[in-house]
């Protein structure tokens, strides 16, 4: 039954020119409407009650259900309103639509979890590939042991260096039992003509107890490899000019 057709019943049934089997079929049609269906229904069968009142009392003539029925269906057809769509029964859900429905839910919530798998294992793999990449760069310049040994050997020993006051390079020793050479590193240490460093094992005093290596640099990364006897208290990076040696940086090995 559509809405058209309901809303002719509700008049007609307003109007008391419905027999017993119209009316039944009215009822069960309206109790299975829509709420919004219903309220228009009501709407119009309200309107018709305001004027039922003017009406003479007297048997409606013959005619008077089709007169009623034509004059609804022009109203309906020329209202500048819009019009509900056709009544249905509520029958629940096309078990074919409820399959279709489930089947694009589990769809997209295995859509979602395999683009977060994705994005996750993407990010790993990028993870890794810098990683490796680093890894790789290190390997190029010192051996791969040499790389692996400062990375995750709890024997290696990495020794900042205090600058003195004044000093404005870096400098830092990485010390290994099992390599043949100790690896040290310097930065911003920028020599003058006449001027050499020194990296020189001293005592407690300060005084050179043994030149380990002499270089001059130009102020940028330098890396020299020491080799020495046991393993040394105090390395120090000395400066040497003009016959005068000034301590510019010290090292402290633990447990010397």
Known sequence: MSVQDLIELSILDAMG???????????????????A?????????????????????ELPPAGLRAAVLEAVRREIATADRAVAPPLLKSRGVSPV???????????????????FQFVSEYERLAQQVKSDSLL??????????????????????????????????????????????AEFFCSSFATK??????????DEQGRIVNVLHEFTSSGGIERI????QGRPERIALVSFDRGTETVIGLGTLPGS
Not at 17 to 24: G, S
Not at 29 to 35: I, V
Not at 37 to 53: D, K
């Open 17 to 35: 020119l419905l027999d017993d089997q119209e009316r039944r079929a009215f009822d069960a049609a309206f109790a299975g409407a829509a709420p």
């Open 136 to 181: 790789e760069g290190l390997s190029r310049q010192f051996s791969p042991e040499y790389v692996r040994d400062v990375l995750f050997d709890r024997d290696t020993t990495r020794v900042v260096f205090t600058p003195s006051e004044g000093a404005a390079g870096q400098a830092s020793l990485f010390y290994n039992p099992d390599w043949r050479e």
């Open 37 to 57: 269906v219903q309220a228009q229904v009501r709407r119009e069968q309200t309107r018709l009650c305001r004027i039922e009142a003017l009406l003479p009392d």
């Open 225 to 228: 490899g020491l080799k020495f």
């Open 193 to 202: 003509p006449g001027q050499t460093l020194r990296v020189a094992v001293v």
């Open 97 to 115: 639509w409820r399959a279709a429905a489930m089947g694009l839910a589990a769809a997209a919530v295995i859509l979602s979890i395999a683009t």
